[in-house]
């Protein structure tokens, strides 16, 4: 009986009877981070980290949650688990379990940049890998995110001399956040989606610093708008809502912004190609930091990722997860944005 296994609720650790990001209903649940792909209601306990636990309970309501540190050992009948750094979203964590000297590592969603938000990622020694490939193919490459930055302040004060006022989208956690430390708040003031300033509240309280911004209400005259930012999430952009800051400049900031497709299909002015998952080189980095010689693919690229991985000399397999990384962004499906990705590359 192997460790860890795969079945129709998720990723599961037998003999301790624990299931890690489960996407259907559990007695124990351990928990990578609070995206909802990976942190679903539904279970009757949840294990996850001091950091990511106020966004889950904010996200889930009423749950059992208990939270641990980053290192912190919790045993279950002999298996050692720990929580370790992803670097995906402040909270992320890679779940490591050990068992009489075998040791998978579950990834959860990650990236190796540190982006001065979320706690940097540390590689975890150990034989067996779970890992998602949102980006899994050669096509992504991400410039540096001072560059990136660079370009999105650009673009600001650039609107900002028009009268235009900047709209700037991505999602609610862990995006979001990451915008708004980049943004240079010398330019302007900063507006938020309510769904935004909702997260946004809940991680000031538990000691995230994030710069001041203002919730987009009715109550605010939009001539105040002009010049200044307004981020939201992808949802809000063609509904009325966003109708009520006059002349704007829409852009938007993800991985996906590597194909002229999805931005095309976002209506957006500018993309930013700007990611909390790794791109190819990231990948295939953190693989190898790792040691591993069994890979698990549960999301994104995964027949090409494991294809790949395959030719490199490794044990890697694909697997069916309810995991979407970033496809729940784009609005693409999965097959669509692979063959527009293999065509740019």
Not at 317 to 336: F, N, R, S
Request: proline content about 4%; hydrophobic content about 40%; charged content about 25%.
């Amino acid at each position: 009986m192997a460790l860890l296994e795969f079945n129709d609720r998720g990723i599961y650790c037998p003999r301790a009877d624990v299931y890690i990001d489960p996407w259907q209903p559990v007695d124990r649940a351990l928990i990578t981070h609070g995206h909802a792909d990976h942190s679903r209601w539904g279970h009757k306990s949840y294990l996850a980290t001091h950091s990511a636990g106020p966004v889950i309970k904010y996200r889930l309501g009423d749950i059992k949650l208990q939270t641990v540190g980053y290192g912190e050992v919790t045993t279950v009948n002999g298996v050692k688990f720990s929580f370790h750094p992803a670097g995906h979203i402040v909270g992320s964590a890679q779940i490591r379990v050990e068992y009489k000297g075998e040791i998978w590592v579950a990834s959860g969603d990650y990236k190796l940049e540190d982006d001065g938000l979320s706690e940097a990622y540390e590689p975890v020694r150990c034989q067996h890998f779970i890992t998602e490939s949102t980006f899994g193919l050669p096509v992504y490459r991400w410039a540096p995110q001072e560059a990136i930055f660079a370009d999105i302040n650009d673009w600001w004060r650039m609107n900002k001399e028009a009268g235009k006022v900047s709209v700037l989208t991505g999602y609610a956690l862990g995006k979001a956040q990451r915008l708004l430390m980049g943004l240079d708040t010398s330019i302007g003031d900063i507006y938020t989606h309510g769904a935004i300033e909702n997260t946004n509240e809940v991680m000031r309280a538990q000691g995230v610093p994030l710069p001041d911004t203002i919730r987009v209400t009715r109550e605010i005259d939009k001539k105040i708008y002009p010049g200044n930012m307004v981020v939201c999430t992808p949802g809000a952009v063609g509904g009325p809502w966003i109708k009520k800051f006059g002349q704007f400049s829409l852009g938007a900031a993800s991985g996906w912004m590597t194909l002229r497709g999805a931005r095309r299909r976002r209506g957006a002015d500018r993309g930013f190609v700007l990611s909390d998952h790794c791109d190819w080189p990231m990948l295939l980095e953190a693989i190898d930091l790792t040691g591993a010689d069994n890979i698990y693919v549960t999301h994104g690229y995964t027949a090409l990722f494991s294809k790949h991985l395959r030719s490199l000399g490794l044990n890697a397999v694909e697997l069916e997860t309810e995991y979407e990384g970033e496809l729940a962004e784009v609005e693409i499906k999965p097959e669509a944005a692979a063959e527009e990705a293999t065509q740019a590359g």
